[in-house]
């Protein structure tokens, strides 16, 4: 199916612009990968569909495997940059926890699957590549680890009485969030963003638990 994809364009244009060159290819890999799947698009796929050669790729990319790892830490960055700014958003402070939860995914979730390609190769076609992509993917969850690290522990102090081991809880919640959302990218009819957020706030509050009647984190309370 890529073959058919990649004599459509009828032959190799290079483009010599190196920024839209880079950015060719970003769109090819975005668009072959989530579509034909990482393991059958080619170097030679990815070219055609970008219009460059491959001596263009190559200056880019060390391989297709950087190309991939690009694409994932654009997405990557887009949900920690749309979660951090919420951090700062009009009312965070003072809400509940739950209100604060669901108000920090909803920003996520927008933010990481806004474009149904990306989504998919973010969290599906990156899955089983390689040992350095499993450490590249373990570093970035460690890094949303300390993120919901810090969260859980400001639950805790409004009231909450997260159950458990905080580390094995705020582990859980962050392969939870992976798994959700391959199931996500997996589907042929992707889910609305609003349900994956709803489904991510459940998990998080069943995790931390309800806060004491009158607690700063409780619904209805205030700081």
Do not use: N
């Not at 009485?161 to 705020?170: I, N, S």
Request: hydrophobic share 45%; net charge negative; glycine share 6%.
């Amino acid at each position: 199916m890529v073959d058919a994809v990649v004599e459509l364009w009828d032959g190799v244009r290079a483009v010599r612009d190196p920024a839209q060159c880079r950015a060719r290819l970003m769109l090819a890999g975005r668009t072959l990968f989530a579509v034909y799947g990482y393991a059958h698009t080619s170097v030679k796929d990815l070219c055609a569909a970008a219009q460059v050669e491959v001596r263009d790729f190559q200056r880019e990319f060390e391989s297709r495997e950087a190309l991939l790892t690009d694409l994932y830490d654009e997405v990557a960055m887009a949900g920690m940059q749309a979660s951090q700014a919420e951090l700062s958003a009009k009312g965070m402070d003072t809400c509940p926890t739950e209100e604060r939860v669901y108000r920090l995914f909803d920003a996520y979730v927008k933010a990481v699957t806004r474009e149904p390609h990306a989504a998919r190769v973010a969290f599906v076609e990156v899955l089983g590549v390689s040992p350095a992509m499993d450490e590249h993917l373990a570093m970035w969850r460690s890094v949303w680890t300390e993120f919901l690290s810090h969260e859980a522990e400001r639950a805790r102090g409004r009231g909450h009485a997260v159950d458990g081991d905080l580390a094995v809880v705020v582990k859980v919640l962050t392969r939870s969030v992976d798994e959700l959302l391959a199931h996500h990218g997996r589907r042929p009819r992707q889910m609305p963003p609003r349900l994956l957020t709803s489904e991510l706030t459940r998990l998080s509050m069943a995790m931390i638990g309800p806060a004491e009647p009158g607690s700063v984190g409780a619904v209805g309370s205030a700081e």
